[in-house]
Structure formats: C-alpha cells, structure tokens
C-alpha cells in the first residue's frame, strides 16, 4: 500500500484550503451584488461571509480543530465545531475564540490506547467547565432516540445537568437562531413539549405525551406495536 508522504500531505491540504479561500471570496463577490442572478451554490455561504450564519466545519484531531479556528479568525467568519473528539484538548482556544462544540455520541470508545477509558463522556464536562459551549448530537437519525441517554452519561460523568438539557433544547436553538420560538417553555414560543414521568435524561424515563404546535401527538410506534403484540407471548 503507497503511503503520502508528509510533503504530498501537506500540498494537498494547502490546495484545499485555497479552494476553500476562493469559495469565500466568490461568495463576498456574489453578497456584494446587487443585481446578481440567484448562484444555489453560493447563497448560504453568502450569509456566512456577511455573518448572518455561522459555519459548521467538522475536526476532530487537535491539529485540524486549530487549522478551522484560525481559518474562521482569519476569514472574519462565526465557527461551530462538529464532532471534535480532541475538541477538549484545545478547550482554551475554543473557549477563547467562543467557538461552541456539537459534541458526537458519549457512548463509544476512546480515540487512542494512551487516552482514558471514559475520555468520551468527561470531555463535555471539561469544555463546560473551560467555558465552552456544548451541545450535543447524534449524527445519524438512526440513533437519534438515544440522545437524551449520550447526554445523561456526560451529567453522570461531571456535566451539570441543566447544561445536559439545554444542550439538546435551548442552546441549539440559540445557536441557530430559532430560540424566539424553539429551546425553552416561554410566553409565545412555539408549544413543542415532551411531558415525562421522570428525569428526560435517564433511560428508564418514559414519554407519557408529546405535543407539537400544541396539539397532542399520538406515541403509536412500530417498538410499541411489537412489544404489545408479543408481551404476554409465551
């Protein structure tokens, strides 16, 4: 197997980097006019160079993590970090440059054999406690319904836990600028309510009504069919 070495390496991340400068200043160009023909391509970006958006930009390793935070001060651009597995080793910057973190799943194992066992569900606390911004995401709708259980490990593991719930309520709607309507239970917010017999963030919780918009919503699944079909199965 052809290995890169770290010259070819290093070439092919600069000519990224251009490429990616170059998108930035198109999108200026194209924000800049006012009698420009609708680019798809260039219309969220657009926002971003003019702040009306941040940009998500995916790093995990510690050196790429510093690589789009700079990349962001340089280009005058509002940053969220996705993922970031080593985002708590560069806690400092992050916190310095108010770049908040969308942390993946708690449960999985550590990056590397040198790292803590539980370094996956201490990192949150760590950000938290640098003063970093986390929340907390899935990454994949498959699993989505185990989020309130990823971010329950992190409270047990240091988190508080009412940075543990706004993480997966206010905060992400703060962050995308929906929180005049979404995030929290407020006078003329949007009336999206899940009402539980216990703690939303242990497992052994359960949903008792969910309301959208304020109308109820039936909790009818395909889990719940099956276990009603075969739970008094012998």
């Known amino acids: 197997m052809c290995r890169e070495s770290n ?17 930035m200043d198109a999108a200026r ?10 680019d ?4 969220a ?21 510093k690589s789009a935070a700079l990349f962001a001060e340089e280009q005058g651009i509002e940053m969220i970090l996705l993922s970031g597995r080593d985002a708590w080793k560069e806690k400092e910057l992050l916190a310095e440059k108010n770049i908040p973190v969308i942390l993946g799943p708690t ?12 370094k996956p569900l201490t990192a949150a606390s760590e950000l938290h406690a640098a003063g970093v911004r986390v ?14 259980y990823e971010v329950g490990n ?7 836990w009412e940075e543990g719930l706004k993480a997966i309520t206010l905060y992400p709607a703060e962050l995308f600028g929906v929180a005049d309507e979404l995030g929290s239970i407020e006078e003329g ?46």
């Not at 970006?45 to 390793?61: H, K, T, Y």
């Not at 992190?154 to 508080?160: D, F, I, S």
């Open 45 to 65: 970006l657009a926002r971003v160079v003019e702040g009306e958006l941040p940009m998500m930009i995916l790093a995990d390793d510690a050196r790429a993590i």
């Open 154 to 160: 992190a409270v047990g593991r240091g988190l508080p």
């Open 40 to 43: 798809l391509k260039l219309e």
């Open 7 to 23: 010259s070819e390496v290093k070439e092919e991340y600069e000519e990224r980097v251009a490429e990616l400068e170059d998108w």
């Open 135 to 148: 929340i907390f995401a899935s990454f994949n709708s498959a699993n989505s319904r185990l989020l309130p």
């Open 189 to 234: 917010k949007r009336a999206n309510i899940v009402i539980t017999d216990g703690d939303p963030l242990e497992i052994r919780t359960q949903i008792k009504h969910v309301l959208i918009d304020g109308v109820p919503t039936s909790l009818n699944n395909k889990h719940l069919e099956l276990y009603e079909k075969y739970r008094n199965r012998r």
């Open 107 to 118: 449960l999985t194992l550590p990056r590397t054999e040198d790292e803590a066992y539980d």
């Open 29 to 38: 160009r194209y924000a800049g006019d006012s009698e420009r023909e609708t």
